[in-house]
């Protein structure tokens, strides 16, 4: 069965530190997909980033950075340089042929970027 | 700016009332979807169309019933609920059915049930 798990529940840092979110992940899948969402207080969830599993390259896209490491099931989120803007819940999700391609959801990570 | 609208943005209603949640995609996108999220949890869906077919009933209750009446369009009409239906209702989209594709989704409908 496939599973994600965002062990870290709640982050708080102040203004201008780096965090990095961490996501990892079980599936007995060799083709698979991972996302990353974002959702403000506002509700919407924001799409950030897809991978497939045959691309281990880490992205880059302005201050965020994603590494994806098949070899620890891994797929953690880095924001450099945080801003008060990027306070949210992150959920990172899972999706593959063994969850019939629906999107598995880690318990997301609440971050609070204090200024 | 997101493309997937949802009317309306808060719907407060009793147990006895029927209503009616819209979505509205402007992607072209042939997948729809309805997720429920209560609070400090993640999505959780209910129910996907693919090219305007149901094809995925997450064993939702009968009080929620579906409808896509073309490709752009979803709503979820709602009859007889109960308290703990009370959520935020968010609806998705995706390129096609298969989930793969990446979802974008609505700002959402909260959804209080008295």
């Known amino acids: 069965a496939q599973k994600v798990t965002q062990a870290q529940t709640e982050i708080s840092v102040v203004e201008k530190e780096d965090v990095t979110l961490d996501c990892v992940y079980e599936t007995r899948d060799t083709t698979y997909y991972l996302f990353w969402y974002k959702q403000p207080p506002s509700g919407e969830l924001v799409f950030l980033i897809r991978?497939?599993?045959?691309?281990?390259q880490n992205e880059i896209s302005g201050r965020y950075s994603w590494n994806f490491q098949k070899s620890t099931s891994s797929f953690n989120f880095t924001i450099t340089a945080s801003q008060v803007v990027d306070s949210a819940v992150y959920f990172c999700a899972l999706s593959g042929v063994d969850s019939s391609y629906k999107l598995i959801f880690g318990s997301g990570t609440r971050l609070l970027v204090r200024p | 700016d997101t493309e997937v609208t949802q009317t309306p943005k808060h719907l407060v209603m009793g147990m006895t009332n029927k209503k009616s949640l819209k979505c509205e995609q402007h992607m072209g996108h042939r997948a729809m979807y309805w997720y429920k999220q209560k609070a400090k949890k993640p999505p959780e869906l209910m129910f996907v169309y693919s090219y305007e077919k149901l094809s995925i009933n997450e064993s939702v209750p009968s009080r929620f019933s579906p409808e896509c009446p073309n490709s752009s369009l979803l709503n979820l009409h709602l009859h007889a609920l109960q308290p703990e239906d009370s959520a935020l209702y968010l609806c998705a989209s995706s390129h096609s059915g298969n989930t793969y594709n990446e979802q974008f989704f609505g700002p959402g409908t909260r959804l209080t049930v008295l």
């Open positions: 991978r497939n599993s045959f691309d281990e």
